[in-house]
């Protein structure tokens, strides 16, 4: 007979007179890997309140462990033995893996710590799991993928029932997702739960026994294994995705941008081209040289071999501390944290690039009176809002991708675009890079996943170990089904 270790029964919650899950029913037994394939965003927060820490609820009953640990005429219990593993460290990153893992855990009462003691069990769970990790070295020293791992680690040492892994595969490289999905399986194999979310049905089909597809705070289908096939996904997921414009091919092939045996600390012989109008996805496979390559083209680093030439000549290192000026602009990954002045308005944060070209003139009734004509058919009347941060997270990508649009570089660097977006705002990043395009700006997409890049993109380059291993043109993608929506399961 199966363990149940989480079931919710008709489960609504209400936030500010809006409903934010509405009636859910679901339950994960012991030993098997539940997906959540979220449409977008909406009460995923509030689901997870609920199961972790039995915050009050409008409506239903909540059971962990078989029992009735939450309910809507009775507050909630305490915590359930539950850990969510997000994009965002849960580590102190100034102590060592040992402490997180043992000393800052829940439930850990010793006064004296015996290091030597908490080092010889941190070994014993490694070496069980074929992992080098050292239980002395410091959080803040590790790699991403390796602070996940110590998260895991210390929730099964935790005790942990119930593990959730919350949209963290965009963090990894495909090798790192696959590792990291092997060891969610061995834990599972000895009496943990997983609940997967995900908003990539890739994903969640490769890993999960069964996968429940939720939008707006509601589950609209759960599909066992045996149906999992990109059909059934169809009216809930890649419809939407039609009203994309496939890519044009290439009228002229003319070398922007290349790389001639560029060798950096990671970077080994790095040779490739761009050509002038194209969209290319530089793939970094092992995730390690994708900031290395956006440090050398903002002049943040020096070549140790090779040359970059862009247009018709050398691009060197006291060209590259002026990108701007040169013609190239980025959108960093997780912009709206990063790009975004806040203190400014609308008009101000459209045009600022400008400055590079037209610091004199911007402010002149007529530039603004002519940028704001030309720009108001896309922008609406956010373009007058003075309180930027009153806008939605869709206005501000607006805001961000039509100030290159207006700056209208020679190429624009995207790093990881998808990365933070659930699938509706993948789709609308995806139209504001297609209007990119269409004014003829070169974009190079910089990514670790290829998430759905590849309907946009006229070419792949994957780059492995600090070198290319493999290029390849549209009509090729199909290949690449199994990681990433391609133009032949739309279009």
């Known amino acids: 007979m199966k363990e149940e270790i989480l079931r919710f029964d008709h489960v609504t919650c209400v936030h500010r007179e809006r409903t934010v899950l509405k009636d859910i029913n679901l339950h994960i037994f012991k030993g098997e890997i539940v997906g959540l394939l979220s449409i977008n965003y909406q009460g995923i927060k509030e689901l997870l309140d609920v199961l972790s820490d039995n915050v009050p609820i409008h409506y239903g009953y909540v059971y962990f462990d078989e029992q009735l640990v939450n309910c809507y005429y009775r507050e909630g219990s305490s915590r359930n033995k539950v850990s969510v593993i997000k994009k965002q460290s849960s580590l102190a990153e100034d102590l060592t ?14 006064y004296v710590i015996n290091s030597g003691m908490l080092k010889k069990q941190f070994r014993h769970f490694v070496d069980e799991l074929g992992i080098d ?11 991403v993928f390796d602070r996940k791992l110590v998260e895991l680690i210390k929730a099964v040492i935790a005790g942990t029932r119930l593990i959730v892994i919350d949209n963290i595969s965009d963090l990894f490289s495909k090798a790192e997702t696959s590792r ?21 049905h890739e994903e ?23 149906s999992f096939i990109r059909e059934n996904i169809e009216p809930f997921y890649l419809s939407k995705w039609q009203n994309l414009e496939r890519p044009g091919d290439l009228r002229e092939k003319n070398v922007l941008l290349e790389f001639d045996g560029v060798t950096c600390e990671r970077i080994k012989n790095l040779s490739f081209s761009v050509y002038r109008g194209e969209c290319v996805i530089l793939q970094d496979t092992d995730n390690i040289v994708t ?16 040359h970059i030439c862009l247009g018709y000549g050398e691009y060197s290192e006291k060209r ?49 009176k002519s940028i704001i004509k030309e720009y108001i058919s896309r922008t609406g009347e956010d373009i007058y809002t003075k309180n930027i941060m009153e806008l939605s997270e869709a206005s501000l990508y607006n805001m961000l991708y039509y100030r290159v649009h207006l700056f209208h570089p020679q190429v624009v660097i995207l790093i990881q675009p998808l990365s933070e977006a659930d699938m509706y705002g993948r789709l609308h990043i995806l139209h504001l890079i297609k209007e990119l395009t269409k004014k003829h700006i070169t974009i190079i997409i910089l990514t670790v996943n290829l998430s759905d ?4 993109a006229n070419r792949l380059i994957t780059i492995k170990k600090g070198r290319v291993s493999g290029e390849y043109k549209s009509d090729e993608f199909q290949k690449f089904e199994q990681d990433a929506i391609t133009p032949e399961n739309i279009w």
């Open 97 to 110: 893996v040992c402490d997180n893992i043992f000393a800052l855990r829940r439930g850990f009462k010793k």
């Open 133 to 143: 990790l050292q239980g002395d070295e410091l959080v803040k020293d590790l790699s």
């Open 180 to 200: 990291f999905q092997e060891l969610l399986h061995y834990y599972v194999n000895k009496g943990c739960a997983v609940l997967y979310i995900s908003n990539h």
């Open 204 to 226: 969640v089909f490769q890993i999960c026994d069964r996968v429940m597809i939720m939008e707006n705070g509601q589950i609209l289908q759960v599909l066992e294994r045996q």
């Open 291 to 306: 900031e290395e390559i956006v440090d050398i083209l903002r002049g943040k680093k020096s070549l140790v071999g090779g």
């Open 320 to 368: 590259r501390k002026n990108y701007l000026r040169e013609g190239i602009a980025f959108i960093d990954k997780n912009p709206i944290e990063s790009m975004v002045y806040k203190e400014q308005s609308y008009y101000e944060n459209l045009s600022c690039l400008l400055k590079e070209r037209k610091s004199d003139l911007l402010n002149g009734r007529k530039i603004k």
């Open 453 to 456: 890049t590849l309907i946009v």
